[in-house]
């Protein structure tokens, strides 16, 4: 899997957008960024994942860059229960289910 | 759905008991995962099993920890015998496409030895 790099913390007010951005720059072609949460005391809960397109759900937005070397998580508008820590990850292909976890980003929603 | 089930939800043992983990997939989800996490190695794949097999060991740390899976609804992780260091969060994980990296996750066994 290629290597991500996301900021170790991030801030945001609730009900404002939050925006996590993540670099994954020698991720190869057949390769997903797939972001995660992991609520405290919980176990990792998938989000989204994306390969070229820009993606929606009903959690969140993920926008890739053309050049696919950077993503960024958006939660629309962000609530105290989405405080967890945010993984992003690019695998795929041959990875067989191999995701690997990072330290990935600790987002706290201030009230 | 009930998702990914595991128990214990707390385990504490002594230093050289045994300790078995339980997970009942998803139900249909044919890919069967055990990660480990601890706060110095974050989450680490130990090992994965495809329609009940074993697919890649490769990440058990060693000869002390098996996994196997019975059935479809059902798998275990044991470690014999346990030590201070196998102190961790184990979360199992389930999935019905691979090439899909969609992991459901369970709530994971706290596992203290003392």
């Known amino acids: 899997d290629a290597k991500t790099t996301q900021p170790p913390s991030m801030d945001c007010a609730e009900g404002r957008a939050a925006n996590l951005p993540c670099n994954h720059s020698t991720i190869s072609g057949n390769e997903y960024v797939y972001w995660y949460r992991q609520i405290h005391s919980q176990g990792p809960q998938y989000i989204i994942h994306g390969l070229k397109n820009n993606e929606t759900n009903e959690m969140a937005s993920l926008i890739i860059t053309e050049d696919r070397k950077s993503s960024t998580l958006i939660l629309p508008h962000a609530t105290l229960r989405d405080t967890a820590v945010y993984y992003c990850i690019a695998a795929g292909g041959t990875s067989y289910g191999k995701l690997t976890f990072g330290q990935g980003t600790i987002l706290t929603v201030h009230p | 759905d009930a998702g990914v089930i595991q128990s214990p939800r707390h385990e504490v043992t002594e230093m050289g008991q045994e300790v078995t983990l339980r997970c009942k997939p998803i139900s249909g989800h044919d890919y069967l995962f055990w990660y480990r996490q601890t706060m110095m190695r974050g989450l680490e794949l130990l090992i994965y099993?495809?329609?009940?097999?074993?697919?890649?060991d490769s990440g058990m740390p060693e000869d002390r920890f098996s996994a196997k899976m019975p059935n479809a609804s059902f798998s275990t992780l044991k470690i014999q015998p346990s030590e201070p260091r196998d102190s961790a969060v184990y979360f199992c994980?389930?999935?019905?496409?691979?090439?899909?990296?969609?992991?459901?996750f369970g709530s994971g066994t706290q596992l203290s030895v003392l």
């Open positions: 994980a389930s999935s019905f496409v691979l090439h899909d990296e969609k992991l459901f």
């Open positions: 099993f495809n329609n009940n097999v074993p697919i890649d």
